[in-house]
């Protein structure tokens, strides 16, 4: 070889050396060989049954770890319990943040939690990714343009039960109940707008129970006594258990919507009984695995043999762990698309330039869509309706355009 050559490579070497260490100290939270990723998630308190979402989406990244990485890199996942606590949640951010300085934080859950850490990320410009809450609030690039949410928003969600009930219950009583918070507040703004004049007409009772809230059984009381017919409950699944169990025990059967966040075979409908929950309407945008339509379904076979290998403990039941497997997939696609400039700028850069991006796990015809002006990635939904074996999808795909 010539003494050419040899500087050649030498000077080659000293290039890709000193291009890694700018990406390293351009990027919080990425070396050469390693990107750091944050979360909170509640594995205690009240919507602990959640949980299993942040081990779902560990798994994930060992399944990527395994693989080879990401681009070279292998993922540090640190996942922190907030409890479902506001307060906790703040401890646990600014300690992913200033003590681990993770590259972004992915899928925090709950909408209390990260209204509490927004304006800190944003301040901070680390990007707060696909957060585990389809609260509105989170699809505001001008404002908040650090911050993206995943799941279709809950004001679509209640417009479309607000169109459910005009269509077909238009003289029906209704009686909602919420959970105080903008979580709860998203779906009703939602029905509100859907049903206009008749809202005021049509709702003759609501009530809101507070997350510290022992039971939400006083409130179901206070609801049948209303006289009415058709009852849309937005709660997280222990709640929502809780009323479903009441409503069996004093003999109240109206109409029951259910909002999609707690619309859990294993999570909700088995503590309540499943006989009790028979009827139950809500809607959905993944692929349940309890269904049988999809025993023979490649995609979600994959998804089985994946648990498997990689989490063995997890419920195969639990739909919330083919959640976990869906987003995981968004995000991969996110730092795939970002290639070696994994700078927090341009990870937010790539968040938002999604096109019709297949997830495995989400229903046919779905798929994730960004650009700089939505951030909004999954807009489409499907109703369905518990039959006390599976939830039946039925009717069309319906979007935030067409709800």
Not at 361 to 375: E, N, V
Request: hydrophobic content about 40%; aromatic content about 10%; overall charge positive.
């Amino acid at each position: 070889m010539t003494k050419i050559s040899h500087i050649a490579i030498a000077a080659a070497a000293a290039v890709t050396f000193v291009a890694g260490t700018a990406v390293a100290q351009n990027a919080p939270g990425v070396t050469d060989t390693e990107i750091v990723i944050g979360n909170t998630n509640p594995y205690s308190g009240p919507a602990s049954s959640y949980g299993t979402i942040g081990k779902s989406i560990g798994a994930c990244w060992k399944w990527v770890n395994a693989t080879g990485g990401i681009n070279g890199r292998k993922i540090k996942w640190i996942s922190l319990d907030d409890g479902y606590s506001p307060p906790k949640t703040k401890e646990q951010i600014r300690k992913l943040v200033e003590r681990e300085k993770v590259a972004f934080t992915f899928q925090t859950l709950g909408t209390p939690t990260n209204s509490a850490v927004h304006k800190y990320m944003n301040k901070k410009k680390v990007p707060h990714l696909f957060v585990a809450t389809g609260a509105t609030k989170w699809g505001q690039p001008k404002k908040f343009p650090w911050t993206m949410g995943w799941q279709p928003n809950y004001q679509t969600v209640g417009a479309i039960f607000g169109n459910y009930i005009l269509q077909n219950y238009p003289k029906g009583k209704v009686a909602v109940m919420y959970q105080n918070d903008d979580y709860g507040k998203d779906y009703v703004i939602g029905m509100k707008r859907a049903m206009g004049a008749a809202f005021d007409k049509q709702v003759v009772k609501q009530e809101s129970y507070e997350v510290t809230d022992p039971t939400v059984d006083s409130q179901i009381v206070s609801l049948a006594n209303s006289g009415a017919d058709v009852f849309v409950n937005i709660s997280i699944p222990k709640f929502a258990a809780q009323a479903i169990k009441k409503m069996a025990a004093i003999g109240w059967k109206p109409a029951h919507l259910l909002n999609d966040v707690a619309a859990s075979i294993s999570s909700t409908y088995k503590p309540a009984g499943v006989e009790n929950a028979k009827g139950i309407i809500s809607v959905d945008f993944y692929k349940d695995p309890n269904d049988p339509e999809w025993a023979n379904d490649p995609e979600t076979n994959a998804w089985r043999a994946w648990m498997d290998k990689y989490y063995p403990g997890g419920d195969k039941d639990n739909k919330m762990n083919a959640y976990g497997y869906a987003v995981c997939h968004t995000m991969i696609a996110v730092l795939k698309n970002a290639g070696n400039d994994l700078s927090r700028a341009n990870i937010m850069k790539q968040a938002a330039s999604l096109r019709e991006v297949n997830i495995p796990m989400l229903l046919p015809g779905m798929y994730a869509d960004t650009s700089p002006t939505d951030f909004y990635p999954l807009e489409q939904m499907q109703m369905t309706r518990f039959d006390g074996k599976r939830s039946v999808r039925f009717g069309p795909l319906i979007s935030a355009e067409t709800e």
